[in-house]
């Protein structure tokens, strides 16, 4: 009995249904298991800088974060780098620090001025644009939202990521807190909120809680149905409709460390 091959066209015609299945499932694969990854490192950050603080609270024998050396440091309204890393130091070892994110690692891009290209072709701008020339960082949806992230000063940690901190604020009464921005790639791309750069408030206690969580909705507002679930919510919604990826945190925690946005 004689045996039948495959023709030439029938082997292109396989291989090339082949290709198309792969062009699109491999992105997507390649995409959720760096988003895995991801969110991985920032489990393991988290519990290492809750460790740190609590460490702080029990060896300084304080209460209140903001009253330790390193509390103190960070909440003066002055930028002292050499204190607040010196503080920071006792307790865990830091590669970078420096009051912008240019001290860390990120570098400067052209992103908003169409006419630069024409300009850097032209040679060296002798007057660069401090607005457009910057350090980008994007909501979850692409859009330039630098100026939304306060910097008061920014580290990169031996594994490479970069935890921003913004100014403490209500130096007074109510208790203080501090938004602190846990970027887990450090200056690598994306930088966009809820796929590397995540958000919490920082307490008096030395918790991070996540932004769109129910306890980071009271310190911030005192407002209990301001949380991830919501559509109402520009920077705490993690839901259906107008969001920036912030309140994505508190989701991907409450999912446990699962990405299913």
Not at 111 to 130: F, T, V, Y
Request: glycine residues 8%.
């Amino acid at each position: 009995m004689k045996k039948r091959g495959f023709t030439l066209a029938e082997v292109l015609i396989t291989l090339g249904i082949i290709g198309v299945i792969s062009a699109l499932v491999i992105p997507q694969f390649v995409g959720n298991t760096y988003d895995q990854a991801n969110a991985s490192k920032l489990s393991s950050i988290v519990s290492d800088y809750e460790n740190i603080f609590g460490h702080m609270l029990l060896r300084e024998d304080e209460e209140n974060i903001f009253e330790t050396e390193f509390g103190v440091a960070y909440r003066d309204t002055s930028t002292d780098i050499s204190a607040i890393q010196s503080a920071l130091e006792q307790y865990t070892k830091i590669s970078r620090i420096g009051e912008s994110l240019l001290n860390v690692g990120y570098t400067l891009s052209y992103l908003n001025n169409p006419l630069m290209p024409a300009a850097i072709a032209a040679g060296p701008d002798p007057d660069p644009d401090p607005i457009v020339q910057a350090v980008h960082i994007y909501d979850i949806n692409g859009n330039d939202a630098t100026s939304s992230v306060d910097v008061k000063f920014a580290l990169l940690t031996p594994g490479g990521a970069t935890i921003i901190f913004s100014p403490v604020v209500r130096l007074q009464s109510p208790p203080p807190y501090a938004t602190i921005y846990i970027d887990v790639n450090g200056g690598g791309s994306p930088n966009r909120f809820g796929r590397d750069i995540f958000a919490f408030h920082m307490s008096t206690d030395g918790h991070l809680y996540p932004y769109g969580s129910l306890e980071a909705s009271r310190i911030f507002s005192q407002n209990d149905t301001n949380v991830w679930q919501t559509t109402s919510s520009t920077i705490y919604s993690c839901n259906n409709g107008n969001y920036n990826g912030l309140g994505c945190t508190a989701r991907l925690i409450e999912n446990n460390y699962k990405m299913d946005y």
